[in-house]
C-alpha cells in the first residue's frame, strides 16, 4: 500500500485498461497497420473513427483527426500502447506479421523479467508494445517494488523457438487485451502525485527518478510514466497520437470515489455516474468508466 494512501483511497484491485484512442491523420493507412500488422479486425464503427480489437473486443479506436500536426518528439502524451497476449505462440504470430509488414517500423525487444516485450511504431509515430507475461509467481518483490530488467531478447531466435503454423493461421482468433499504457510526461515527481496521490495506484517501481510504474491490484504495471524525451514538457497541445485513455473498474462505487478524491484534489472532472472524464497535469485524457 502507498504511504499515505488508506484501501479507501486505492483504486480497486479489479481495474483494467480498457481501449485506447488515438488521433488519426490518415485513417486508411492506419486502418491497414492495425488489421495486417496486428492482426486486429474492425469490431464497430462509430463517429467516423473505427474501434479494432480481438474476439469482439475493441483495444484501439482510431478516431479521424484530419488537420492536426504529428506531436514533436519532446512532446507530453503516449510513449506506447502495450498489447498483452495469453501465450508465447499467440505473442510471437502478432510480432511476426508486424516485422514483415514494415521491417523499419520494429524498434527494440527486451525481457523484462515479468515479461517479455518487442516495440514497434505505427505509421503515424505512435509507440506499441507486444508483450506476454511471465506467471504472476515468477516475479519478485523487493519489498513494494516489482523487480523488473531489461535483458536480450533476440527477436529471430524467438520467432523460430515460438512461431508456428497454428498460431499464424489462427492470429485472428487469439485473445488480447491492453495491457498497459505508457506516457511521456514532464516530470515523475507531478506524475507521482497525480496518479498515485490522487488516482489511487500503487507505485510499483521506479527508473533513476526518469520513470515510473504504478498499478492496482499487485500487476506488474496498468500504467507507466516517463521523461526520457520529455523532461521539462508542459501542457500539450491538440495533435494526432493519443486522445484518450479507457480505465474501467467493477462498480459505479468505484467511480464515485474517484470523483470524490478528484474534487478534493481540486481536479475538474466531468461525472455522468457510470463513467468520469478528466485530464492529467500534461492534458492526457482519462477516462474511467463501469466494466
Known amino acids: 500500500m502507498t504511504a499515505g494512501n488508506s484501501t479507501q483511497d486505492l483504486l480497486p484491485a479489479e481495474l483494467t485498461m480498457g481501449t485506447v484512442m488515438l488521433k488519426v491523420g490518415d485513417m486508411k493507412i492506419m486502418t491497414d497497420y492495425y488489421q495486417r500488422a496486428l492482426g486486429l479486425d474492425i469490431v464497430t464503427e462509430q463517429d467516423g473513427g473505427l474501434y479494432l480489437g480481438r474476439k469482439q473486443k475493441p483495444l484501439v479506436h482510431l478516431a479521424p483527426a484530419p488537420g492536426l500536426s504529428v ?5 507530453a502524451g503516449l510513449f506506447h500502447t502495450a498489447l498483452l497476449f495469453d501465450d508465447q505462440t499467440s505473442l510471437a504470430a502478432t510480432v511476426a506479421s508486424a516485422a514483415q509488414y514494415e521491417p523499419q517500423s520494429f524498434s527494440g525487444s527486451a525481457d523484462h523479467l515479468v515479461s517479455e516485450a518487442f516495440y514497434f511504431t505505427d505509421p503515424e509515430g505512435n509507440g506499441i508494445e507486444l508483450y506476454w507475461d511471465r506467471p ?5 518483490w523487493d519489498g513494494k517494488n516489482v523487480v ?25 482468433q ?20 497525480f496518479y498515485v496521490g490522487t488516482l489511487g495506484f500503487e507505485r510499483t517501481a521506479g527508473w533513476h527518478g526518469q520513470a515510473l510504474f504504478v498499478s492496482a491490484g499487485g500487476y506488474h504495471h496498468h500504467m507507466a510514466m516517463n521523461v526520457w524525451n520529455s523532461r521539462g514538457a508542459g501542457p500539450r497541445r491538440d495533435t494526432l497520437g493519443l486522445g484518450e485513455v479507457l480505465i474501467e473498474v467493477p462498480s459505479g462505487d468505484d467511480v464515485g470515489a474517484l470523483a470524490d478524491r478528484l474534487k478534493i484534489a481540486g481536479v475538474q472532472s466531468h461525472h455522468t455516474g457510470a463513467e468520469l472524464r478528466f485530464e492529467d497535469p500534461w492534458r492526457n485524457r482519462i477516462r474511467v468508466a463501469v466494466r
Request: no cysteine.
Open 174 to 193: 487469439a485473445e488480447a487485451g491492453i495491457g498497459h499504457v505508457h506516457l511521456q510526461v514532464g516530470d515523475v515527481q507531478s506524475a507521482q502525485d
Open 148 to 172: 523488473m530488467d531489461s535483458l536480450a531478447l533476440p527477436p529471430q531466435r524467438y520467432l523460430e523457438q515460438f512461431l508456428t503454423e497454428e498460431s499464424v493461421r489462427g492470429q485472428h
Open 136 to 140: 504472476r509467481d515468477a516475479w519478485s
Open 71 to 75: 506531436p514533436s518528439r519532446g512532446e
